[in-house]
């Protein structure tokens, strides 16, 4: 096909994205004065200046110092100011990235990224140790950040030239928009992971029951909650969405949602389940823009366009992870019901594994 840039021509094209989580160095900020510069909502000119101010201390005097003489420079002034609906305390980016090529980002020393189901597993953990102060939780997340990435990545800012912003799969399920990088949409996050990953560990039964048992576990006060969910029953959630509602531990919208996706029907439906969960982690794309003309070569499509970059927040990237599960499996050791992480996976957690590794030492002696 020739192309002719003065006639207007219909043709489709198809490409491929291959999501990868965004991982990146970071650090909490409890207010907008405590923000490093380097977070791709602030690009500008400022950020290129105290870029290269926070290397030539980074390398002369260390993280500490270079922190610290950034967010003194003033260059800081001239920085967009970071946008009004970011929530406090929230991650921001502790150091520029090392590499870059177009929308692609790297830092070194970010090791090899891990599954996020096992990510929010752990971070479920820290989450339950200290529930009230989130220290431990707080920790965690930084640590697992470099792991399974932020949730709303937002790699490079739009294009003056190719018109408009990053192309995002539909909406998030229960926010006008995906998570932030807050510490309640971390905790939000980790609850909802949970939350899918022990619906999915029951191979079958009753929806009524298996949701019950689940809100007795993720509540904090079960009374309460088999209030909410009689009221849920009574109400019968339809598609209007009434009870999908952001909440700090989102217990009541995922529960609405698995009740609506059964329609009233009495058992549990697994494959429907993961059905959802592909289309929902599917939404959490963030693509950048794509122009033809570096595909065109005098006029003309060679072919297919090669596979393409996408980004992907950490709990869309669980949510995939999660519909891609042939289903629950016994632990080796202990015989509990897990979800695995990896398809050779005999464990449901590292102490298990070691339990039965100390086991058969104890035998073959």
């Known amino acids: 096909m020739r192309y002719n840039p003065h006639v207007p021509t219909a043709f489709s094209v198809t490409f491929s994205v291959t999501p990868t989580p965004y991982r990146a160095p970071v650090l909490w900020a409890d207010a907008p004065s405590e923000l490093l510069p380097f977070d791709i909502a602030r690009k500008s000119s400022a950020q290129e200046v105290l870029s290269q101010v926070f290397w030539r201390e980074y390398f002369g005097a260390g993280l500490e110092r270079a922190h610290e003489t950034v967010r003194s420079h003033p260059a800081m002034r001239d ?32 090791g090899k990224p891990t599954s996020a189901v096992a990510g929010f597993n752990r971070l479920y953990k820290a989450l339950r140790s200290d529930p009230e102060a989130l ?7 930084v640590q697992e950040v470099g792991r399974i990435g932020l949730l709303a990545p937002r790699p490079i800012p739009p294009h003056p030239i190719l018109h408009g912003d990053f192309f995002e799969v539909g909406r998030f399920e229960f926010y006008p928009r995906p998570p932030q990088d807050s510490l309640a949409g971390w905790v939000w996050s980790t609850f909802a992971v949970r939350f899918w990953v022990q619906l999915l560990s029951y191979p079958g039964g009753e929806v009524d029951g298996v949701l019950r048992v689940i809100g007795h576990e993720l509540s904090n006060d079960p009374d309460q909650w088999d209030r909410y969910y009689a009221e849920l029953k009574e109400e019968r959630p339809g598609d ?31 494959a429907r389940v993961c059905e959802y969960l592909r289309e929902a982690g599917l939404r959490g794309q963030v693509i950048p823009p794509l122009h033809p003309t570096p595909w065109l070569y005098n006029g ?24 891609r599960k042939t289903g629950p499996r016994a632990c080796a050791h202990c015989g509990a019901s897990f979800i695995p992480a990896r398809s050779t996976a005999r464990y449901c957690s590292g102490a298990c594994r070691m339990a039965a590794h100390r086991s058969r030492e104890r035998t073959n002696k």
Do not use: C
């Open 240 to 270: 209007d969405d009434r009870w999908l509602i952001i909440e700090p531990v989102p217990l009541i919208g995922l529960t609405a949602r698995v009740l609506q996706l059964h329609g009233g029907r009495k058992y549990l439906n697994r």
């Open 79 to 110: 920085l967009p100011p970071p946008p009004s609906e970011w929530q406090y305390p929230r991650l921001t980016i502790a150091m520029p990235p090392h590499f870059q090529w177009g929308s692609e980002q790297h830092w070194e020393g970010m």
């Open 300 to 323: 003309t499509l060679p072919g297919p366009l090669p596979p393409g970059g996408a980004y992907i927040g950490a709990y869309h990237l669980a949510l995939l992870e999660l519909s």
């Open 135 to 141: 220290g431990p939780f707080r920790k965690a997340v």
